[in-house]
């Protein structure tokens, strides 16, 4: 098993840049293909990008458009998200998930959740 948690949201204006880190607080992610999701009130998860495990493939949700990265080192037991050029639209909660071993863009794949982290874009 493994626990993460989000941190590195905050607030940052339209076109600003942001890092968010994800941190296993329990166990390790090493063997984890780890994603991005994010989730407005009353919608759906949103699917953003996932790495698997030996970094050799990410996939990149239709509506990043090239502005988000993700990445991962795993020595640091670590996932980051480099967003920017944000948008007002991408205020919301940020979750990191991990699923063992294989690449998912699905959100109910995913058995490891962290709490989320607020991201506020203001104008």
């Known amino acids: 098993q493994v626990q993460v948690v989000e941190s590195g949201g905050g607030l940052v204006q339209t076109g600003g840049s942001l890092r968010l880190d994800c941190a296993a607080s329990?166990?390790?992610?090493?063997?984890?293909?780890m994603a991005w999701f994010r989730q407005a009130p009353g919608k759906e998860r949103e699917f953003l990008a996932v790495?698997?495990?030996?970094?050799?493939?990410?996939f990149y949700g239709d509506s990043m458009s090239g502005r988000f990265t993700i990445s991962r080192d795993n020595a640091k037991n670590a996932l980051y998200l480099q967003m920017n050029s944000l948008l007002r639209g991408d205020t919301t909660l940020y979750y990191c998930?991990?699923?063992?071993?294989?690449?998912?863009?699905?959100?109910?794949?995913?058995?490891?959740w962290g709490h989320g982290t607020q991201l506020t874009v203001s104008s």
């Open positions: 998930a991990a699923r063992r071993l294989i690449t998912s863009l699905r959100d109910t794949a995913y058995n490891y």
């Open positions: 329990a166990g390790t992610i090493t063997n984890y293909a």
């Open positions: 790495i698997s495990q030996n970094i050799d493939t990410t």
